[in-house]
């Protein structure tokens, strides 16, 4: 039995995602195809447009064989702990064989290069970004300024101009670091690039379909970006959204109430006093966000700071699952039944705790780890309130099977 497992967060899930999966069956030739994707929030530090379970059924609708969450403290972070979680879970299933990404480098090798050339000049590399740090550049601008200066080659530095290029040398690393059996394979992003905002032809970036439908634009405008049984199931769903706008007052109580804005995930001083000085209760958060947003300061980690604020996400809690030798937990959100095979086989070689609907019925956790899915229930449970102020409707916990 071979498997493919896709880190993705399929928010929402289009026809780019789908030529990935049917690439990656074409290519390999595998048996299976396991998404490994972000729960009720996401990288960019805002709440899931759909609801997990939507999107969970969106994936395998669209190829997915299993889908299986990847945890709030991994899919709310940066590139580094994103890609860093999402591999440690993949190494505890014991069953994957390759781990498939999308890049818009269309040559594995210059990746795998990079990974190289990181990985031996890490410590000079880490050194280098505070220096250019000091200057008020961002960390992916002082990143990409620092490999370039030790290596003075061009290539590295296009490589690390394209977020998806990033996410892609991140997993490499991680694979690496984690000396993993699980072998990648580059699928090159195909069409629509990851900013692009034509929403005109068949294939469109997800941020695009996104800003449609956060804008009110109906599902029938941006169906032909979608695979048709997926838009068909959107359509019956009524395609309920949400934004980080929607978490406004949450966020606004919070930053009155709290003292030490600084206990929380990735949140400095610095940025503390950005979000003080910047506070205007009239302001959406969109206005907010542009307002504390300054050269080092990007709008993506403004928001995940925010959304950590809101979930009451401290660095105490990342400190936790920060040592990776340590296991965390993972849940199967949904499969189909020409697959269940998986499952079997994910229970019989897994090193992690499995877990339902954010209980720890199934496997024993450590007292640290229950901690960290309190908070993680909390959130899921945010989001389901907000949803159901918005839309008058319940969401049921429930495993989505095909």
């Not at 795998?112 to 050194?127: P, V």
């Not at 394209?162 to 984690?178: G, M, T, V």
Request: one cysteine or more.
């Amino acid at each position: 039995m071979k498997v493919a497992a896709i880190i993705c967060e399929y928010n929402p899930f289009h026809n780019g995602h789908k030529y990935q999966i049917e690439k990656t069956r074409q290519e390999l030739g595998v048996d299976y195809v396991i998404a490994l994707m972000s729960g009720n929030y996401v990288q960019r530090g805002e709440p899931s447009i759909y609801e997990k379970s939507i999107r969970t059924k969106l994936a395998l609708l669209g190829g997915a064989d299993l889908v299986i969450e990847l945890p709030l403290w991994y899919a709310a972070s940066s590139a580094q702990y994103f890609a860093q979680g999402s591999i440690a879970l993949l190494n505890s299933l014991g069953i994957v064989d390759y781990l498939s990404f999308g890049s818009e480098e269309n040559h594995l090798l210059n990746l795998k290069k990079l990974c190289d050339f990181y990985i031996k000049k890490q410590d000079e590399i880490s050194k280098l970004i505070v220096e250019i740090c000091k200057d008020g550049s961002s960390y992916p601008a002082a990143r990409a300024q620092a490999v370039y200066a030790l290596s003075h080659n061009t290539t590295y530095t296009e490589i690390m101009k394209k977020p998806n290029n990033i996410l892609a040398l991140e997993y490499l690393i991680a694979l690496e670091k984690s000396d993993s059996n699980i072998k990648p394979h580059l699928v090159p992003r195909a069409y629509a690039n990851y900013h692009d905002s034509n929403v005109s032809k068949d294939f469109a970036s997800a941020s695009a379909i996104r800003k449609q439908l956060l804008s009110n634009i109906p599902l029938s405008d941006v169906s032909h970006t979608i695979p048709k049984d997926c838009s068909s199931y959107l359509r019956t769903m009524e395609s309920p959204v949400l934004s980080l706008e929607n978490y406004k007052e949450i966020i606004y109580t919070k930053l009155l109430q709290e003292r030490n804005l600084c206990q929380f995930f990735d949140v400095s001083s610095d940025l503390s006093n950005r979000f003080y000085n910047c506070y205007c209760p009239e302001d959406s958060i969109h206005d907010f966000i542009e307002k504390c947003q300054t050269r080092s300061l990007p709008q993506s980690r403004i928001s995940r700071c925010l959304l950590h604020i809101a979930l009451n996400m401290t660095k105490n809690h990342v400190d936790t699952c920060g040592n990776l030798q340590n296991p965390l937990y993972f849940q199967i959100l949904g499969f189909k039944k020409s697959a269940s095979i998986l499952i079997k086989e994910i229970k019989e070689h897994k090193t992690w705790p499995m877990v339902q609907h954010c209980h720890d019925s199934l496997d024993p956790i450590t007292p640290e780890v229950k901690k960290l899915l309190v908070i993680e229930k909390q959130a899921n449970n945010i989001y389901q309130m907000l949803f159901a102020s918005k839309y008058h409707k319940t969401i049921k916990n429930h495993q989505i099977i095909v």
